[in-house]
């Protein structure tokens, strides 16, 4: 029996619900339903990958303080943060657990949305002590989130209409509040608003809004409110899809479409520098804060920007390693910044990689096409994550070692991703599934495996994919689906209907597409997507690979 089949024989007698000791938790129950498996031969992965579903359950609890005993079961934080956060939980880490536990992830955007206060301010968090409100901390757009779960989960139209009137009064509460100055832009009036905590963005301002409440701005300051850029294309963002919501609800996009355009024009006027190609927060006497830090990434990641542009950014950004790409992710802060933090030990947005980032970065990446960039840069951080002692909250970017905290679900919701997204089978809310040929058998540090296996039940079907360092079989109900070379991604429909190609490694790769009706013998550079119908080749098309900039 070669590691294939072993693999794949440690897939099928596995029992991951009872391994990772998660039989009584909402999440055993979710993943059963979605008939999600790991297996690896050799390495610490499949170890690893079964800690991640145990430390992930333990986030998974009861937290609404207006119900006995808590109400339904939501997603936590984790680590020293206890509660949810809209900045995160409620937003990319929710967005990312629906394809795993759905029903968690449905219940924890309703959390948000049942304790807005009367005058339509979203609580930045909720614990067991109740909702708080001494800031906004919006990052991920929550309508995005919200959408894309409706889509994944094959529609929630109660869930869009409650969060669509939930939403549209926290947009008309940030154009109230957030825009003292009319510029159309939206205002930070704190550390906190953007979760950049020990951020040099925010020296010499204070953590929350005064006096605690998010209406107000503390007068004495000689800085704020910045006009941010990430807040105003989060709500650029937000716009946009709450105008799909509205279409799809029965009602008119064109107002919310409207507000989306409003927003961008001031998101381009007010805080982008043409000459740096990057986008600054502005203060209150006009002047901008140049300081380079993840801002340009959640832009990106808030929709903004063509490919031509985003190519750019990678360029002299994203991919520079004197700038943002350290050998274990992306930085916070850009590394030829004198003020970049190198102490990952602690809460910092100041240098350290963070991994709220690092999950916020693939919507961006794949928006354009840049699947190898992202790839490559993600195998370092999965065999930091794999040799670790604990699911932190950063990863220093020299060496990977991990740092502030433990059980912390950004951290354990990456790791299932990356697993799903480049080793495994990945249904997207646009109705394709990826089924990536990547497997993680040339990671350092001792995290490599021989061959690989997934598993997952895609309407009815029991879809598994078995890889080792050269080859990929796909299975459907236990019989040859597919099967292609490492370096490619193949994209299908829900019935398996294979649609394309996609080059996912970081150079050409040649080799054959085997399937039911026939081959087909291909050559496929990174980025490239080949269309195809059965075996032929009906277009070709994609974008240049960005290599690292030394």
């Known amino acids: 029996m070669d590691a294939t089949d072993e693999a794949r024989r440690r897939l099928r007698e596995g029992d991951p619900i009872a391994r990772a000791g998660i039989g009584s938790s909402p999440l055993g129950a979710e993943l059963a339903d979605q008939g999600v498996r790991f297996a690896a031969v050799g390495g610490p992965l499949e170890d690893r990958w079964h800690a991640a579903l145990a430390e992930l359950a333990q986030c998974i609890r009861p937290l609404d303080p207006a119900h006995p005993g808590g109400g339904a079961p939501v997603l936590n934080e984790g680590g020293v943060y206890h509660g949810a956060w809209i900045e995160s939980t409620g937003t990319i880490n929710t967005e990312v657990l629906t394809r795993f536990a759905p029903r968690v992830a449905r219940d924890t955007l309703l959390l948000f949305a049942r304790h807005q206060r009367d005058d339509g301010l979203i609580p930045y968090k909720v614990t067991a002590d109740g909702p708080a409100f001494s800031q906004i901390q919006v990052v991920t757009p929550l309508a995005r989130v919200v959408w894309n779960h409706h889509l994944l989960t094959g529609g929630d139209t109660e869930l869009l209409r409650t969060m669509h009137g939930a939403m549209a009064r926290m947009d008309a509460w940030l154009a109230e509040y957030r825009d003292t100055a009319g510029t159309g832009g939206v205002e930070a009036f704190c550390t906190f608003d953007t979760g950049h905590d020990l951020s040099p963005r925010f020296w010499f301002a204070p953590d929350?809004?005064?006096?605690?409440?998010?209406?107000?701005?503390?007068?004495?300051?000689?800085?704020?409110?910045?006009?941010?850029?990430?807040?105003?294309?989060?709500?650029?963002c937000q716009r946009a899809y709450l105008g799909r919501i509205a279409a799809e609800l029965g009602g008119d996009p064109t107002e919310w479409d409207a507000r989306a355009r409003e927003s961008l024009e001031a998101l381009h006027a007010q805080c982008f520098d043409e000459e740096d190609g990057f986008f600054y927060d502005r203060t209150r006497d006009g002047e901008l804060v140049r300081l380079q830090g993840d801002v340009l990434a959640r832009v990106l990641a808030n929709e903004v920007g063509d490919e031509p542009f985003f190519a750019q950014c990678l360029r002299r950004y994203l991919m520079n390693t004197r700038k943002f790409l350290a050998h274990y992710g992306f930085t916070t802060v850009a590394m030829d910044d004198p003020r970049f933090d190198h102490d990952a030990s602690r809460n910092s947005w100041g240098g350290p990689v963070n991994f709220l980032a690092q999950l916020r970065a693939p919507h961006a990446f794949e928006r354009h096409g840049h699947v190898a960039e992202l790839a490559l840069v993600s195998?370092?951080?999965?065999?930091?994550?794999?040799?670790?002692?604990?699911?932190?909250?950063?990863?220093?970017?020299?060496?990977?070692?991990?740092?502030?905290?433990?059980?912390?679900?950004?951290s354990i919701?990456?790791?299932?991703d990356a697993v799903e997204r480049y080793a495994g089978i990945l249904p997207r809310p646009d109705g394709e599934v990826w089924f990536t040929g990547l497997a993680p058998t040339r990671l350092d540090h001792g995290a490599a495996a021989q061959a690989v296996a997934y598993g997952r039940r895609?309407?009815?079907?029991?879809?598994?994919?078995?890889?080792?360092?050269?080859?990929?079989?796909?299975?459907?109900?236990?019989?040859?689906?597919?099967?292609?070379?490492?370096?490619?991604r193949v994209i299908a429909d829900r019935s398996g209907r294979i649609r394309s190609v996609v080059g996912i490694g970081a150079r050409p790769v040649a080799g054959l597409l085997d399937l039911p009706e026939g081959s087909a013998s291909l050559e496929i550079v990174p980025n490239e997507r080949v269309e195809l119908s059965g075996a032929a080749v009906t277009a070709r098309g994609g974008v240049d690979f960005v290599a690292p900039v030394l």
Request: proline content about 9%; overall charge negative; hydrophobic content about 45%.
């Open 458 to 488: 895609i309407d009815g079907a029991e879809w598994e994919l078995v890889a080792d360092d050269e080859r990929v079989s796909v299975f459907r109900d236990g019989e040859a689906a597919f099967s292609f070379p490492r370096g490619w």
């Open 379 to 410: 195998q370092p951080v999965l065999a930091a994550l794999a040799v670790a002692d604990r699911f932190p909250q950063c990863l220093d970017p020299w060496s990977g070692d991990a740092g502030f905290t433990e059980v912390y679900s950004p």
């Open 208 to 236: 929350r809004a005064f006096r605690g409440d998010a209406r107000f701005v503390d007068p004495d300051s000689p800085l704020l409110p910045y006009v941010a850029p990430d807040l105003t294309s989060n709500v650029a």
């Open 413 to 416: 919701l990456w790791f299932l």
